[in-house]
């Protein structure tokens, strides 16, 4: 009988093992903290989300709440736009009526009492706003300190408001009423009032 010795292995290097823990804890690390970052910029993502569809929520029940109040200041602000042929802009707030003309200059007046009733009478919106280039449409801006400002827009002709949301770089939500449109959130405001 043969006895056939077999050969003895080499002793493992410990440096090795070492390396190869390293290498695992290392790379479990790096996974985690990128699910971390991940999960940080998703809910701040989600937040922004929900807050955007609340605000949105909120411009279309302002709306409901008293939609004669909204026509009233809508068609007001279409009285100020015919008695300012040169404006190019015009804002209307609870305490100012600004117009700005062609050469992008711009004058304020206070507002009247009537123009402050008028004001009451459509809860939230902040400014009502008039540009010549929007052809006759009259916006209702609701901002919000943390959120996108969301715009509520008449169109006396009733156009396609959803093409006139993406051309204007606004998230577009849905028709109200006829002629009444929630055009959605802007993240950017300087980019809408850009010409």
């Known amino acids: ?69 909204f026509q009233s200041a809508a068609a007001y602000m279409a009285q100020l736009a015919d008695l300012e042929r040169s404006a190019t802009r015009i804002s209307w707030t609870s305490v100012s009526v600004c117009v700005t003309d062609e050469s992008a200059t711009e004058t304020c007046r206070d507002t009247t009492s009537d123009e402050e009733a008028s004001q009451v009478a459509i809860p939230g919106a902040d400014v009502v706003l008039w540009y010549a280039r929007d052809e006759g ?29 993406k051309v204007r770089g ?7 009423a006829d002629g009444w449109s929630n055009l959605g959130s802007i993240s950017d405001i300087e980019k809408y009032e850009a010409p």
Not at 32 to 56: R, Y
Not at 137 to 165: C, I, N, S, Y
Not at 170 to 176: D, I, P, Q, T, V
């Open 137 to 165: 449409r009259v916006l209702f801006a609701f901002k919000d300190d943390e959120l996108d400002t969301v715009f509520l827009m008449f169109d006396p002709q009733a156009r396609d408001a959803e093409a006139f949301a």
């Open 170 to 176: 606004l998230s577009w939500e849905r028709n109200l």
């Open 1 to 69: 009988m043969a006895s056939s010795k077999e050969a003895p292995l080499p002793p493992r290097s410990t440096g090795r093992r070492v390396l190869i823990v390293v290498g695992v804890v290392l790379l479990s690390g790096l996974a985690a903290t990128a699910l971390g970052i991940g999960f940080i910029f998703w809910s701040i993502w989600s937040f922004q989300e929900a807050g955007d569809a609340k605000n949105v929520d909120k411009v279309e029940e302002s709306f409901l709440a008293n939609p004669e109040g």
